[in-house]
């Protein structure tokens, strides 16, 4: 799975070496076709957001509500207005959770925005959301078109629009952020830049709990490299691979010091909601309650996105796909299959899961050059598919996301 053996089959030539060393440079030589991926990728969401108002009308709620007010997103706008420690809520179980469970990065950026900007902390919010799912769609398209050329690229963007839960793209909450991150700095690995790669690294850490994924993705790679050159690496790999956990290792250590318990009070915070590593016992009940009553229509479809991420991950290995790909997406999708809490939100956490996608984008791509109008169909129905199941989960449901 190294990246000299990777595939390319799309006619349309990867781009060059990057002039500079930081990631933005890319703007420089823009790929073509990367501005319609992005405008396609804009529409879809656009049109998620507009059926989301319209079903907002229908059920008489407002659009903040179902956007920028809905569960975890509250905590965050809390967090962004008033800081950490001033927001505890006791479950009917008496567990207390506390708001330092939530990474400090988004409603950072969102107080950063509320201090330059005449705006609603939501609206701040959205702005953060919707700007970080727009930076992830472009990096997004230069892997894709960095690895496999111009088809596969505008069809990995067009897929990740198109997700079941790519609504929570337009939501006030960070995947989208965290997405942005993970895919610049593993861009950036597999440009050979690791100083650019670590830093971003070590800010993914910083925003959400998954967010050590892309340091373990690095790590890994880091050890390949110095194993492959005997030890004889640049200043620059051990810079960043050094940079990279320190987002993540900062705020656990920050919350354990203020609960007293350095090392683990991280993770006594998160067991209060729920949320921590139980190698699956947490899914197997889950599973036997939903065989034995029934889940109505979001914890089967949870269900089913969790399988098809499953296979995906193993299409993905199949593919040869880059070694930090791999990496990153298989702790994502081990924590997904290994972690408790509820199951309804299992998808959202594979949202930023992008290399995921690698192999149906190869195959979509592959189908449009012989047959474009079975292409289209295909991704036509994914997105209607999408923004109705996205409005339903949204105003509807009122599920966990």
Not at 271 to 295: I, K
Request: charged residues 10%; aromatic residues 10%; glycine residues 10%.
């Amino acid at each position: 799975m190294s990246t000299s053996s990777v595939p390319r089959p799309d006619p349309a030539a990867p781009s060059g070496p990057l002039r500079r060393s930081g990631p933005l440079a890319a703007r420089q030589r823009m790929p073509e076709g990367a501005l319609a991926a992005l405008a396609l990728f804009a529409a879809v969401r656009l049109a998620g957001i507009l059926v989301v108002i319209a079903a907002d009308h229908l059920a008489g709620r407002t659009l903040t509500r179902s956007l920028a007010h809905s569960w975890d997103s509250r905590w965050y706008l809390h967090i962004a207005t008033h800081g950490y420690g001033h927001l505890i809520w006791i479950t009917p179980s008496g567990a207390v959770q506390t708001d330092w469970a939530f990474f400090p990065l988004y409603p950072g950026l969102v107080r950063a925005v509320l201090t330059v900007l005449p705006c609603t902390p939501g609206q701040a919010g959205l702005l953060v959301a919707w700007a970080a799912a727009g930076v992830a769609a472009y990096g997004l398209y230069l892997i894709g078109h960095h690895l496999y050329g111009r088809g596969a690229a505008t069809a990995l963007v067009a897929l990740w629009a198109v997700l079941p839960h790519s609504v929570e793209l337009t939501i006030a909450y960070t995947e989208s952020l965290f997405a942005a991150l993970a895919v610049w700095s593993l861009y950036c690995l597999l440009r050979g830049r690791w100083l650019w790669a670590g830093s971003l690294a070590a800010l993914a850490g910083l925003s959400r709990p998954t967010g050590f994924a892309v340091a373990a993705a690095l790590g890994v790679a880091a050890a390949r490299e110095l194993l492959r050159r005997r030890g004889r690496v640049p200043a620059a790999l051990w810079a960043g691979a050094l940079l990279a956990p320190l987002g993540w290792l900062a705020y656990v250590l920050w919350v354990g010091a203020r609960t007293g318990d350095l090392f683990r009070g991280y993770f006594t915070v998160q067991s209060a909601w729920e949320s921590r590593f139980d190698f699956g016992a947490g899914a197997v009940r889950f599973l036997r309650l939903l065989f034995l009553y029934g889940g109505g229509v979001v914890y089967p479809a949870a269900l089913l996105l969790v399988l098809i991420g499953v296979v995906l991950f193993g299409l993905l290995c199949l593919d040869r796909a880059p070694l930090a790909l791999v990496v990153f997406a298989g702790v994502l999708v081990l924590l997904v299959l290994g972690g408790s809490g509820s199951f309804s939100s299992k998808p959202r956490f594979l949202l930023p899961v992008f290399p995921l996608l690698i192999p149906p984008a190869r195959a979509l791509a592959r189908t449009w050059r012989v047959r474009p109008a079975q292409a289209l169909l295909v991704g036509g129905a994914l997105a209607v598919a999408s923004l109705l199941y996205g409005a339903y989960v949204t105003v509807v449901a009122h599920s966990p996301l």
